[in-house]
């Protein structure tokens, strides 16, 4: 076999000597490395493992910031305040914390029974767990501590945020509130996020605040601390802030809402006001109402017992979460389902003599003596239930519920608000499925003028109302953006009811209002451009008994509180170009004209007016009560920079 | 004379060169792998599926480039020397031009789906390139000024190519691997005496240049030198991976706190516990006997890559072995020297424990060469 040079590249000259000298070389080299290691873990391994066990490093989580929540004119309706507080440790205190405690009883109130709690909690919590000592501290109080931090060893003065609620109770309900995390909360949470974990984390508990959590919560920040083997921290070796949750802004007017809540007073109500072109919900309010503050804070329990025990269930949603029947507010429904159907014409006449019977039994119209021949527009203005007790017979109860349903009853509304109903239009189907019965004539002369199985919220009333008025299915909506990205406004469609049948019933509501026989003329606005459309009703939330109607009627003056009538009505404005649509249900008010229109109609002419409701737009001989009622109000006047003009 | 002799005593051809690798070197490659598996199963908390399981399927490629490669006749890798090195070149030319911005610098070219690091392959082609020039070279021209002048151009022309990217790292690893080839290849020792001072010159240059306009490097490039001097003086910043690493280094102790046991791995104080601070976890976790055993190892790898060059008499099959066993060298020692806190932090893999693609082939590409020359070498 022959061998070419080509092929071996036999050259016969290898690299000898400067190969030996470069092995030389990367020996010395690996040797100095090998020399660096016996020094660092054999000569100097212990210095390095005490190092180690004496340095961990912990990641520890640093609450976010919780989002801001916005009125729609850039007024803040929740936002975080300091809050500065004391924890202690038990490891840091030398083991025995008495005697720090009886120190900072100097210092900060401690009463007697919660130094007793705390010792307990001590004796039972791990030695290295910081346990808070004292919440909310002034400033005065929390510094007095910080100065005399070298004699109260394992006290730390520690500052964090916490939610407020700056309008108080006006927005209780809609808004909801924060609190602590309870096992409870954490048994509901798939995957909780970590920092539910820390204690001074507030989770939204209900309301609004609880339905935005995700929006609200932000994400957490880090720290890198090192700590020592019983974990106690020595130092912080990074920080990163967390992200705080987005600024969401409602659809809300604060100061409309805080008007709402004083006009209703100390009475059991509720009332909304919807945009009836954009679905903004502008106010929606719920009286009487509580301070969430006092929740945030962790509630005494007699003032929690106050508020269960009140007769007028402050803490319950009237506006979403109450359901009432809506009465003669739902005689529009019926007469558009009969006008709908073609079974009468806005023509069409039936003659009231204060009765209708039906099947031996007697259906009576409110008032005994009837309302003779009456017509569509009438009916309304009237609110003659003979009407719809011989509409009802003719439409039927399924078209009736069909319609309720188009308008917005019996459909729960998708708002971020805990509980919201989704009230009962009844039809025969529903009465079979709920009651196992079959559906009776009675009850649909009941159900015309919604009474018996009929029950809307007052929000469901506004939407209603909304709708008669515009002539589109209006949805509502609270927000209105999410960090300045604004949510845009549905174009709603139009509602799938002829227009023409729409104009009566709004020609029955103007009636209401601006006729000489009105039910609720006593209400009316009389500025022409702000011209008020409206409904009255009384809904009963008792059975007469036969001995109560051979006694003759019984005014509700008489009866005990909670047997009244319930008093609801709706309205909007302006007539010819609606802006706002207003429900108003007081319970146990009595008369719908009485207790509810005049409240319905001041927050109405607030809404339009942007301010308080001038005293030239009501008839005369309600100005001087109106004034006074306004000199007794203690009026938000937001002097907040506002962000932007609706 | 025994039918075996009779047969070594020609280059082998065909499927029988495998019976000639150099086999002791494959099994030590192997071996290291081995390790390398071990403590990538470690940081990954027990878990094979994060690093180790694909790390073994690279490794397992990268042996087959290897052996592939062996079979190449020497011949060959002389004849391509030039071309790849004008290949090479030319790539480093396009990342500047086209290169995908990648951590800071441009290091990458995509070519379909393919992700090229020319400056990786550069390492590969400098050193053939420059074996090839010293076997053509005539021995008494190997220290004339101005043929020593030609090997110096042909290691800065991609450096400085490199060093724009910016890429320091590669830079000093280009110039390092080329000096050694020259070294071995027997250039006088004048020369390196007057670069090592010119060296320690340029680096005072350099260190003077700081907040001046005409600052030579980047401002993270004067932090880690900073950091390097004294890890100390920011011990919350730069200087705490080096704190960090020595305490985890030095705590391992004699025997090491045993297979996943290693406290300050488990916390997460370092960014790059699976590539560049893997050395860290492996002494923590196996102390002084585990850290010299991987050391051993490289040695050993060294060291027969040494004696196959020293017993080669082909110039160019030789001097390719001392230079990729170099390199390889270089890889290591600088990685144990960083984490032991003697360099400055510059982000090197540990050559064939880190995890990462790049460089294993690139090393398992030297490899073939170094198997290539041995397995032809002349008998």
């Known amino acids: 076999m022959t061998r070419t040079p080509r092929q071996t590249g036999d050259t016969g000259r290898g690299i000898g000597r400067r190969g030996l000298l470069l092995a030389g070389i990367q020996l ?125 060893a394992g006290v730390t003065p520690e500052s964090g945020l916490s939610r407020v609620y700056p309008r108080g109770g006006d927005m209780a309900h809609v808004l909801g509130y924060v609190g602590p995390v309870s096992d409870y909360d954490l048994s509901k949470i798939e995957n909780p996020d970590p920092v539910l974990m820390l204690p001074e984390f507030q989770l939204g508990k209900v309301g609004f605040e609880a339905r935005m959590e995700e929006h609200l919560r932000g994400k957490a920040g880090q720290r890198r601390v090192e700590v020592n083997s019983a974990g106690r921290e020595m130092r912080q070796l990074s920080r990163q802030e967390g992200e705080q949750g987005a600024t969401v802004q409602m659809t809300l007017d604060a100061r409309l809402q805080n008007y709402a809540a004083q006009r209703m007073g100390s009475e059991s109500a509720a009332a909304v006001v919807i945009d009836c072109q954009t679905g903004d919900i502008v106010t929606i309010c719920s009286s009487p109402s509580f301070d969430p503050n006092k929740f945030v804070r962790g509630i005494s329990s007699p003032d929690y017992k106050a508020l269960m025990n009140h007769d007028h269930r402050p803490l319950a949603d009237k506006t979403v979460q109450g359901v009432y029947p809506p009465g003669s507010t739902f005689k529009m429904v019926t007469l558009l389902a009969g006008l709908d159907s073609g079974v009468i014409n806005a023509g069409s006449r039936f003659y009231c003599p204060g009765y209708t019977e039906v099947g031996g039994r007697r259906f009576h119209c409110w008032r005994r003596g009837g309302h003779g021949s009456v017509d569509a527009v009438t009916s309304l203005s009237h609110s003659c239930d ?142 022409e451009e702000w011209r008020m459309a409206g409904k009255t009703g009384t809904s009963q939330v008792r059975n007469i008994t036969a001995a109560e109607r051979a006694r003759g009627v019984v005014s509700n003056e008489q009866l005990p509180w909670n047997r009244r009538d319930h008093a609801l009505f709706v309205c909007y404005a302006p007539y010819e170009a609606p802006r706002y649509a207003v429900s108003v249900v007081v319970e146990h008010g009595g008369g719908g004209s009485t207790a509810a229109a005049p409240i319905a109609r001041d927050i109405l002419l607030f809404a339009l007016n942007g301010g308080l409701p001038p005293l030239d737009a009501v008839p005369g001989d309600q100005r001087d009560a109106m004034e006074e009622r306004h000199n007794a109000m203690h009026l938000f006047t937001p002097d907040a920079p506002r962000l932007s003009r609706a | 004379m025994s039918y075996l002799d009779y047969k070594v005593a020609q280059t082998p051809t065909g499927i029988r060169k495998i019976l000639y690798l150099n086999w002791p070197l494959v099994f030590l490659i192997a071996a290291v792998a081995s390790i390398g598996f071990l403590m990538l199963v470690s940081v990954a908390g027990g878990r094979v599926d994060t690093w180790a399981e694909p790390q073994m399927y690279r490794f397992a490629a990268g042996m087959v ?64 390139l420059l074996a090839a020039y010293y076997d053509w070279l005539a021995p008494h021209r190997v220290s004339k000024p101005l043929w020593v002048l030609i090997p110096v151009l042909l290691i800065l022309a991609p450096t400085a190519l490199v060093l724009i990217q910016p890429d320091l790292g590669t830079s000093i690893m280009l110039v390092a691997g080329g000096g050694i080839l020259m070294f071995a290849a027997g250039v006088s020792l004048w020369y390196f005496a007057v670069v090592i001072a010119a060296a320690v010159g340029l680096v005072a240059t350099v260190l003077e240049s700081r907040g001046t306009d005409w600052q030579l490097l980047k401002d993270y490039q004067f932090r880690r030198i900073d950091t390097f001097l004294d890890p100390t003086a920011d011990p919350l910043g730069a200087g705490y991976n080096i704190i960090q690493s020595q305490i985890a280094l030095g705590s391992g102790g004699w025997s090491g706190r045993g297979f996943m046991q290693g406290t300050q791995s488990r916390l997460n104080f370092l960014p790059e516990k699976h590539t560049d601070f893997i050395f860290t976890v492996l002494a923590e976790e196996f102390g002084f006997v585990g850290a010299m ?32 066993s170099g390199t390889f060298f270089l890889y290591f020692s600088i990685n144990m020297a960083t984490v032991m806190g003697m360099l400055p932090a510059k982000g090197s893999p540990l050559p064939l424990v880190s995890y990462g693609g790049t460089s294993l082939m690139i090393l398992m590409l030297g490899f073939g060469l170094v198997q290539a020359a041995h397995v032809h070498r002349p008998r």
């Open chain 1, 28 to 152: 010395g080299v690996v040797t100095t490395l090998a020399l660096k290691l016996r020094s660092m873990q054999v000569e100097h391994a212990e210095e390095y493992r005490m190092l180690a066990d004496g340095n961990s490093i912990k990641i520890r989580l640093l609450v976010p910031a919780r989002g801001l929540i916005h009125d729609r004119n850039g007024i803040v309706i929740a936002g975080n305040e300091q809050n500065y507080r004391v924890t202690l440790t038990r490891e840091e205190a030398g083991g025995d914390v008495e005697p720090v405690l009886r120190r900072l009883a100097r210092l900060i109130p401690i009463s007697d029974a919660r130094m007793a709690e705390l010792l307990d909690e001590f004796s039972r919590r791990s030695a290295i767990t910081p346990i808070v000592l004292a919440d909310r501290l002034t400033w005065e109080q929390f510094s007095s501590i910080a100065v005399n931090a070298p004699a109260l």
């Open chain 1, 386 to 527: 003979v009407y719809y007790y011989e509409l009802a017979q003719k439409v039927g109860i399924d078209r009736i519920a069909a319609m309720a349903r188009r308008l917005g009853l019996g459909q729960r509304h998708d708002l971020p608000m805990s509980a919201v109903a989704e009230g009962i239009a009844p039809d025969r189907a529903w009465k079979q499925a709920r009651h196992g019965q079959a559906w009776q004539v009675g009850d649909s002369l009941n159900a015309s003028i919604g009474q018996g199985y009929v029950l809307a919220s007052p929000l469901q009333l506004a939407v209603m109302t909304a709708r008669i008025a515009s002539g589109r299915e209006v949805r509502p909506r609270l927000v209105r953006a999410i960090d300045g990205v604004a949510h845009p406004v549905a174009d709603f469609p139009a509602l799938d009811v002829d227009p023409a049948f729409l104009r009566v019933a709004r020609a029955g509501m103007d009636a209401v209002m601006n006729s000489e026989s009105g039910t609720a003329k006593r209400s009316r606005i009389i500025r």
């Open chain 2, 65 to 128: 480039i290897m052996v592939g490669l062996a079979f190449v006749p020497m011949w060959f890798w002389r004849g391509i020397s030039v071309p790849a090195y004008v290949c090479c070149f030319l790539l480093l030319v396009a990342v500047e031009l086209v290169g995908t911005i990648g951590m800071g610098a441009q290091r990458w070219i995509d070519i379909g789906p393919i992700r090229l690091q020319p400056s990786e392959l550069m390492k590969i082609s400098l050193v053939l």
């Open chain 2, 293 to 324: 055993s991987l050391l051993g190892l490289y040695t050993l790898i060294i060291g027969f890559c040494l004696y196959s060059a020293l017993s080669n008499r082909d110039r160019f099959a030789a001097l390719i072995t001392v230079g990729i």
